[in-house]
């Protein structure tokens, strides 16, 4: 039971709106002060009376009444959550474009509070371009878009586009309730939120080196800062943490397991032996692609090589790619991509190639430049799903990245 909730209920015009009297009592019922704003067209499909007989608190729908109390503004600043079920396309769109032409529109623009939104509309709706692109940005602001599920809809027609169930939806808001308010990893107690507890996290860091004799190796920039503040928010949040460090420029954290690993071999090695019993598994190491063929036992010399001096590389495995391909269920793989693609729909395309070849479920992709992304303290990345939706992103410090990318995984 929770007392101290204030729960806006946003209804618009859908059929589906007869439904959303479900999550309204469920949140009542739960002890939450619950606030019905109805489009004008969702009054059309269910009645205020009874809005307001299970809300207990009157209904409102129109901009221009309640204008004394500045109500367009104060109920979304009074919400500590927002749920739109059903979202229309139309104001999925509107959403999208940050309009306030009714009360609902203006309510959320006001509010600071997590946003939660259950589409219900015509696959074909659901499908079109507009659509796909509106909720993509509604995703890339950090907005929890809940279903929509498969099913009969309003006509005959069966499809993609049927409202989720009520309960799913009230699951959805109360999960995205806990990560709003884990602020960074941290309770307003200043504890941190233990919301990875026991979860045992594989995660590897820094840049592998691929030797050429005793004293050489290719290798490349990558300091390993970033896999070490996940390592570091990831135990903060409660988790059992493994790290494979390769050749780390910044000390691990205390309180993590940690596995040293050098070559792209020594890396897949450590991997294979903790992924089995891993609930997450993170490859932030930036890894060679190619070897050289032959590793001289002694010191290649100036002498045996001339002018000129070719080195025959091979090919290393995928590791991410393998890991994909054999994880077991539940198990979620986060991937990242460093490209210097700095056009922002060249680098997303980049990225979402990339995580359909590797086949893992998130993908982290950033810029990096001869200045940028390596060695700096500071990281900017957008995240990806297996959809190649934006589902996340991030800028400032690589902890606040950290447990950006840590809050997409929970
Ligand atoms: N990766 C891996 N094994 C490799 C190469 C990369 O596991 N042999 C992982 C990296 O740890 C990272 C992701 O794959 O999580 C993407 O790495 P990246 O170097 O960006 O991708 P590549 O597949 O190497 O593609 P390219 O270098 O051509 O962009």
Known sequence: MNT???IVVGITGGIAAYK?????RAFVLNGDSVHVVATPAALRFIGKPTLEAISRHPVYSELYEGVDEVRH???GQSADLIVVAPATANTIAKLAAGLADDLLGNTILASTAPLVIAPAMHTEMWNNPATVANIATLRSRGITIVGPGYGRLTGQDVGAGRMEEPDTIVAAAEAALARSQSHDGVEPSGEPTQDLL??????SAGGTREPLDPVRFIGNRSSG????????AARARGALVTLVACNLEVAPPAGVEVVSASSTAELRDALRAAADTADVIIMAAAVADYRPQNVQPGKIKKESTGETFTLELVKNPDILAELSATNRDGQVIVGFAAETEADRDRLLNLGRDKI?????DYLVLNTVGWSDGFATDSNTVLLLDRLGDIVGEA???KMSVAHRILDVVV
């Open 356 to 360: 359909a070849r590797k086949g893992c």
């Open 73 to 75: 503004v104060a109920i």
């Open 395 to 397: 800028s400032g410090s």
């Open 198 to 203: 026991n979860r045992r996290i594989l995660i």
């Open 20 to 24: 959303a009297v479900n999550i309204v």
């Open 4 to 6: 101290a909730r204030t």
């Open 225 to 232: 800062k970033q896999g070490v503040a996940l390592a570091e």
